[in-house]
């Protein structure tokens, strides 16, 4: 079970802006690079801020706004023609740099592991990775739970909004990193077992 089965709904919602973007001339690859350019902006300023505590309000507001960006790029590839195999290399690799970078700045925060963090980011990149490995093996890409990328990216707009609105969280943050190291690797499990079951594309 993953946050990413209600993407459809998602997509549903942004079908009518996909197409004005395309009727602009946007392309699939600019909507990806753009929104990976603005995580990796935002992660440099929070790790810079980080006593700011309020600047972390944006990162709710931002994982939601990129959710709508990668869904929009997905259908621009799609659904008008635009999917290239650089293309596919983005969207794979900015996800994973955009990823990064908006945990990074968490590391930072009072009372956090930062040696769980890393943890935290080093699973996620092969999470994202075995999903990967069923495609190149002309099985479908995996993107089972119970830790995919939206439900990471649930859990850091989380915490974001609790350090944004003053909470005090440094008492369990090793605890959640933790459970996240711990559900990162059961979704690692699954989707290298159920890529193994999955049958081949015809």
């Known amino acids: 079970m993953s946050i990413y089965g209600l993407k459809p709904r998602f997509q549903a919602v942004l079908r009518p802006l996909a197409r004005?973007?395309?009727r602009a001339g946007v392309t699939?690859?600019?909507v990806t690079l753009f929104a990976c350019i603005v995580s990796v902006a935002l992660g440099a300023v929070l790790c810079v801020e980080q006593?700011?505590?309020a600047l972390f309000l944006l990162v709710p507001a931002w994982f939601f706004v990129r959710m709508a960006f990668n869904a929009i790029d997905g259908m621009l590839a799609r659904e008008f023609g635009q999917a290239s195999v650089l293309g596919a290399y983005l969207n794979e690799l900015t996800d994973v740099i955009s990823d990064a970078a908006l945990y990074l700045p968490f590391a930072f925060?009072?009372?956090s592991n930062a040696t769980l963090l890393w943890m935290v980011i080093a699973l996620s990149i092969i999470a994202e990775?075995?999903?990967v490995i069923g495609q190149a093996l002309g099985r479908e890409r995996r993107y089972d739970g119970p830790m995919g990328k939206s439900d990471r990216a649930f859990v850091f707009g989380l915490l974001g909004l609790?350090?944004?609105l003053g909470i005090a969280i440094a008492p369990v943050l090793t605890w959640v990193w933790a459970a996240l190291v711990v559900l990162i690797a059961?979704?690692?499990v699954n989707?290298?077992?159920r890529g193994l079951s999955a049958p081949q594309k015809s």
């Open 162 to 164: 609790l350090v944004g």
């Open 191 to 193: 989707r290298v077992r």
């Open 186 to 188: 059961v979704t690692i």
């Open 129 to 131: 990775f075995a999903g």
């Open 28 to 30: 699939a690859n600019q």
């Open 109 to 111: 925060l009072p009372g």
């Open 20 to 22: 004005a973007l395309y």
């Open 51 to 53: 006593q700011r505590a």
